[in-house]
């Protein structure tokens, strides 16, 4: 969008091609919900600074260095007026709130998410003169060379050659497509759910792999959290995430731990658990928690199953009943009692048992006992296109494309080797969104 | 209580939207659900009676239908409220008027208003009525004071007494404490609310009505037509007290008091209702509850005729149709307050209701 937006108001004609319909339009972005931008003070929208020293170091932290410094410096520069611009494309930002999961200083926050902020870009590209075409797929990119000749588009059953002078590839990652996500993961990916669109099928990112682009980041590192195992294949969101884990002994279908379930705070090891389950058998895993523990973390969209013995509970969890009383029955003659604390690492941990739980550890012993199935749920990828500062597409000689460039999840691996921060995906949306419509702009017209 | 399929559906939104809090931004409904992680029957009555149908939260929502989570917010609380009103209304054997509300509405103002007339008719004869009448105590030349103080004052008393039993049912219902419904600062907080319809600013930028642009407009079309009400009510209570305290009979001079609050506040009640009338016409029914759509439509146009027919009687009331206006313009205010109780009339009652509540748990 924010490529289109610019490329048209520096004179381009500008075809936006949806794969979606106009109920599910703009990707990804329809289930985000704030943007994290480097900013000096506090504004309207944030409750303090955060410079770009410091959000350097955080994305520094959370890659581990894998991803181009030199990039990463540029987008966490640039992403400083990206609120101011997205402002005056008539995007609504709502007023720091108690619950921005401690997020209300660093990142701004669209009013009503990600969805409220696509229908103002929707807008603003109609107002502008954009043509909008839905429910419009592009299957393949031609080239000559390093070259953009046309895209081959298919809609309503009917394929269509479009050319243009120049191109913006803005079309997400490929987490829809289980067969892609098995080249890194096997078959287990076939248990995955898919946070996002259906429609991130890495159509055209497979296209431009064929045509000799270069690729970066691995093929199996994405985003992926633990969700509600009962969530929708596709299109969950937000609403499907689990936040009892800290508070939990999470087993397996066998009914055995299999990890330091209060290792830290929550936010902090919200990713790492999407890919713990994916790990264990059928992929997996059952947080199970005790009456002393409800109502301690954001409730979910589905009730949790309830039962006031423990055996019961397994019983309907589907895990193995007899292993999974002997595991709790173990862990809790391993809880040494201290000052629980729910907000922060209180020290609650256990002693001699395997894996230990470092924090929050407390018997599961106060009936109805309640579990969560949870399953992995895949939120973007990072295997994308290479791209340099102008957002051009390099090919595998090493060489950018003449006139072909990438913005959002599909580039995103750039900065992004592994792990991530809340918000960046927008940032690094939006900056190179905005170069690659200014670049694209000037090149077609010269 | 509503219905256990309207209080169901409620719910399972709820429950989805409480997972997410993307909305949190946009109203108290969002607060409000915050605090809580289950609800009860009457926690979502209170949540939909706090709902002003801005519709913000509706197109921002991921997941509106097609999604298969099928959320639907403002329509989930607009059926809810539909039944709050119908399921509060005392004497509990009128509740049927709320099935088929604009065509009882449409019957009952018909028959009061032509009643009225005829009954001037032929009881002061038509010379009378269709003569002109000018100076002090004019009006009751035509109907006598008395006779319409009691015909309009004991429908409006009982439409009181109907809706304080209601809200006192509903405030009970929803969890209130009974000594917090008359808190002064949670009175001050909630009138202040309602005066300024602050929710019905959604996020600060206007409703998402008709359609899914930012608008104020429906915000400032319910303004006037709620000041427009007040003041009506305000230049008649001025109007008894010249009657009562000072002695000085109606018509009153165009530039008094009582004259220029009943015009400024007839013209909000004409302007008003027809704004909404046209916002509605073209509205996105998707976020509605399209089956109580009558109701609105019916109150709207009884306001509209009332003030029709009210200025009507202002400009006219030195002319031979005097009489005829005055009779017709007491039949349709006449009909208003009989059906104040059985119409869209109750939103106000629950909405302050659900304000207060509001205003008590802000606090907490």
Redesign the interface.
Known sequence: MSAALTARARGASVLMIESANKDLRGGNSRHVRNIRYSHNAATDYVTGRYDADEYFKDLMRVTDGNTNEDLMRFMIDASDDCVDWMLSQGIKFQPPLSGTLGLARTNAFFLGGGKGMMNAYFKAAEKAGIDIVYEAEVEKIEMDGARFTAAMVRQGGELHRVEARTVVLASGGFEANIEWLKEGWGEIADNFLVRGSPMNTGKVLRSMLDNGAKPIGAPDQCHAVAIDGRAPKFDGGISTRIDCVIFSVVVNKNGERFYDEGEDIWPKRYAIWGRLVAKQPDQVAYAVIDSKSMGLFMPTVYEPFQSDTLSGLAEQLGVDAETMEKTIEDFNSAVIPGEFNATEPDGCHTEGVEPKKSNWARKIDTPPYYGYPVRMGITFTYLGLEVNRQAQVFMNDGKPAENIWAAGEIMAGNILGQGYAGGTGMAIGNVFGRIAGEEAARHARN | MPATETLKEAKRVM??C?????????CAVF?AM?KR??FSDGDVTYLANLCHGCQ??Y???????????MVNVPKAFAELRGETYRDYAWPGMFKGLFEGNAKWIALITLVLTIAVTVGVFVVQGADVVTGVHTGTGAFYQVIPHDVIVYLASAPFLFAGVAFIVGLVKFWRDIGGKPGELLNPSALIQAFKDAGQMKYMAG?G?GCNYPN???SMGRRHAHQMTMWGFILCFAATSVATVYHYVFGWEAPYDYFSIPVILGTVGGIGIVIGPIGLLMMKKTADTAPQDTKRTGMDIAFLWLLILTGITGLALLALRETAAMGTLLAVHLGIVLAMFVTFPYGKMAHAVYRLGALIKFAHERRE
């Not at chain 2, 409480?18 to 946009?26: I, K, P, Q, S």
């Not at chain 2, 197109?59 to 989570?69: I, K, M, N, W």
Request: hydrophobic share 20%; with cysteine.
């Open positions: 429950q989805i409480n997972a997410c809090r993307y909305c949190e931004g946009y607060p915050n992680l289950t913000g939260c197109y921002a929502c991921q997941y509106t239908p097609p999604h298969e989570f996020g930028h899914d642009n930012f």
